[in-house]
């Protein structure tokens, strides 16, 4: 089983990067993902999550508008695109799964997320 986060770099405020997760060896279409990040010296915290079947996404109040959560089961991907960062958002970026039993369900705690993949670093230079 795992999670493979991709897509992090450098870029200039106002930028875009895009994050991909790539699952294997889990029933993707189980599972809710969502992406959570960890600056230096700061708190793992939420960004973005999109439920089983890709109906729902929830979005962190500082990311809503810029960044979009989205998924392709068929591929068992996860993509973070991500628009107009600012030097704030630069972090590791983590892609987690959440093993759910309804189609829209959304946790933002990273306590209740089973899988977590090893990180891609975005730095953001103002």
């Known amino acids: 089983v795992q999670l493979q986060a991709s897509g992090g770099g450098l870029v200039q405020t106002g930028g875009s990067l895009r994050l991909s997760c790539a699952a294997s060896g889990l029933t993707f279409s189980s599972y809710t993902i969502g992406w959570f990040r960890q600056a230096p010296g700061k708190e793992r915290e939420f960004v973005a999550a999109?439920?089983?079947?890709?109906?729902?996404?929830y979005h962190q109040d500082s990311v809503k508008g810029r960044f979009t959560i989205s998924r392709d089961n068929a591929k068992n991907t996860v993509g973070l695109q991500m628009n107009s960062l600012k030097p704030e958002d630069t972090a590791v970026y983590y892609c987690?799964?959440?093993?759910?039993?309804?189609?829209?369900?959304?946790?933002?705690?990273?306590?209740?997320?089973?899988?977590w993949g090893q990180g891609t670093l975005v730095t953001v230079s103002s």
């Open positions: 987690a799964a959440d093993w759910v039993l309804t189609s829209t369900t959304i946790r933002r705690r990273p306590r209740e997320y089973d899988l």
């Open positions: 999109i439920s089983r079947s890709g109906l729902s996404t």
